[in-house]
T-cell receptor
Framework: DGGITQSPKYLFRKEGQNVTLSCEQN?????MYWYRQDPGQGLRLIYY???????QKGDIAEGYSVSREKKESFPLTVTSAQKNPTAFYLC?????????????FGDGTRLSIL | AQSVAQPEDQVNVAEGNPLTVKCTYS??????LFWYVQYPNRGLQFLLK??????LVKGSYGFEAEFNKSQTSFHLKKPSALVSDSALYFC????????????FGTGTRLTVIP
């Protein structure tokens, strides 16, 4: 079945450490997205990519980095510069044709601080 | 700038009763509107969308939504609630710049009481 796979499901970060969250899709979608979800705040866009080797900052990109070397993959690195990384991170993808296609989501990675 | 508002953090409804989850939007042009549902520790699942056409949109799991241009609303409805409908519901509006990004509301937690 086609879908989006995020790993790991749970992740713990030590002080000063960078961690990378994986996101893989087999839907042949051009666009991919990373969101951060905090209680009561909905979803906030971190980074997005509309095509391989290109990505754009979202609303809360500081302290995060991404790469898009393959169409299927869009990993997110939470750097030590992100001082409040504890959150639920969601990856999504969508087809770009027509601009009215829904985004499909993975099941998320929950990041906590040790 | 576009935005959506979900005025109720929590909605409680008895099983078998009709349910409504409210959403209002603000966009400069024609809106592309979406509803998603999230179960605990899972990603978001697409329910339905309004792009153009009929103001009553039918979606997954018996849900429907009514687009009202004069009231700038897009309320989610279901004629008869099930306990399994208990979840977090998000309304979203598409970015008007062409990037296909979504702006999400803060979510409404629906609890269906047996």
């Amino acid at each position: 079945d086609g879908g989006i796979t995020q790993s790991p499901k749970y992740l713990f970060r030590k002080e000063g450490q960078n961690v990378t969250l994986s996101c893989e899709q087999n839907l042949n979608h051009d666009a991919m997205y990373w969101y951060r979800q905090d209680p009561g705040q909905g979803l906030r866009l971190i980074y997005y990519s509309q095509i391989v080797n290109d990505f754009q900052k979202g609303d809360i990109a500081e302290g995060y980095s991404v790469s898009r070397e393959k169409k299927e993959s869009f990993p997110l690195t939470v750097t030590s510069a992100q001082k409040n990384p504890t959150a639920f991170y969601l990856c999504a993808s969508s087809a770009m044709q027509g601009g009215n296609q829904p985004q499909h989501f993975g099941d998320g990675t929950r990041l906590s601080i040790l | 700038a576009q935005s959506v508002a979900q005025p109720e953090d929590q909605v409680n409804v008895a099983e078998g009763n009709p349910l409504t989850v409210k959403c209002t939007y603000s966009v400069s042009g024609n809106p592309y509107l979406f509803w998603y549902v999230q179960y605990p520790n899972r990603g978001l699942q697409f329910l339905l969308k309004y792009i153009t056409g009929d103001n009553l949109v039918k979606g997954s799991y018996g849900f429907e939504a009514e687009f009202n241009k004069s009231q700038t609303s897009f309320h989610l409805k279901k004629p008869s609630a099930l306990v399994s409908d208990s979840a977090l519901y998000f309304c979203a509006v598409r970015d008007q710049t062409g990037a296909n990004n979504l702006f999400f509301g803060t979510g409404t937690r629906l609890t269906v009481i047996p």
